[in-house]
């Protein structure tokens, strides 16, 4: 048997090379330690850092997707440049092109001797957007020493143009007259307002024969247009009552 061959088979009867414990072992193994300590703490923080660094990456192409995906509308009001004082249109409906959505105006200033009134009047299809509104009148009478006064306004009513009520009037109304119902929503207060602030969930829908001059001396209405409202009337409560 070879000198090799004896070694492989023998190796059980190898022991490890031992030392003497002295200073210097001791030390040097100290060493070891402390140095092995900072290398791996060193190596964790490097770890850690490109982790972060990735986490750190991933966020800011969310923030930045997110952003180009926005759907915020700006809200902008004209102020003026004297008093601070908000003034013309505030924002534009998002469902009606064309249609103001939220405004607010100078009404009515009067003088009496050192007293001043200022009337403001503001309007608006969201409830959310007129409150805010008027908060921001009150800061700014508050901030010039002055009374204000925020009586009960007009409730607001926000166009919805999924109503099933629209829907069946629309198609009423092509039926009787062969065209398409010209959709439209006026920048004012309708009783419409008042009866979905009391039921939020009432589907309504206004319409009416041509009058001129409203709230006016003036005020008129289109006779042959009566005739016309209340056959398209009739005809839309008939198809409500048989569904």
């Known amino acids: ?14 022991k490890p090379r031992t030392f003497a414990e002295t200073p210097y072992n001791a030390a040097q193994r100290e060493w070891n330690d402390r140095t092995g300590a900072l290398v ?37 009001i004209e102020h003026n440049a004297a008093t601070g004082e908000a003034i013309g249109v505030g ?3 998002l469902d009606i092109p064309g249609l103001v959505e ?5 009404g009515v200033v009067r003088t009496e001797g050192q007293r001043v009134e200022i009337v403001c009047c503001s309007r608006s ?18 901030l010039a020493g002055a ?7 007009y409730p607001g009513w926000k166009p919805n143009l999924a ?29 419409c307002g008042l009866l979905t602030e009391k039921y939020p969930d009432l589907d309504i829908v206004s319409f009416g024969p041509n009058i001129r001059g409203a709230h006016s001396p003036d005020e008129r ?23």
């Open 163 to 191: 109503s099933p009520l629209l829907a069946v009037t629309r198609q009423r109304y092509a039926e009787a007259f062969g065209a398409e119902p010209e959709l439209l929503a006026i920048h004012a207060g309708l009783e």
């Open 1 to 14: 048997m070879s000198l090799s061959l004896e070694l492989l088979t023998k190796r059980s009867a190898f």
């Open 40 to 76: 791996k703490q060193a190596y964790n923080w490097r770890l850690a850092f490109f982790a972060q660094f990735l986490i750190s990456i991933v966020l800011v192409a969310g923030l930045l997707h997110q952003s180009a995906q926005s759907s915020v509308q700006p809200y902008l």
């Open 102 to 106: 939220t405004s607010t105006n100078l």
């Open 221 to 243: 209405v289109q006779v042959s247009s009566v005739e016309k409202i209340w056959k398209l009337f009739t005809a839309t409560v008939t198809q409500l009552s048989e569904a």
């Open 125 to 142: 299809s969201v409830m959310s957007a007129l409150a805010a509104l008027v908060d921001q009148h009150r800061a700014l009478g508050l």
């Open 91 to 93: 924002a534009m409906s």
């Open 147 to 153: 009374d204000v006064e925020q009586p009960e306004g």
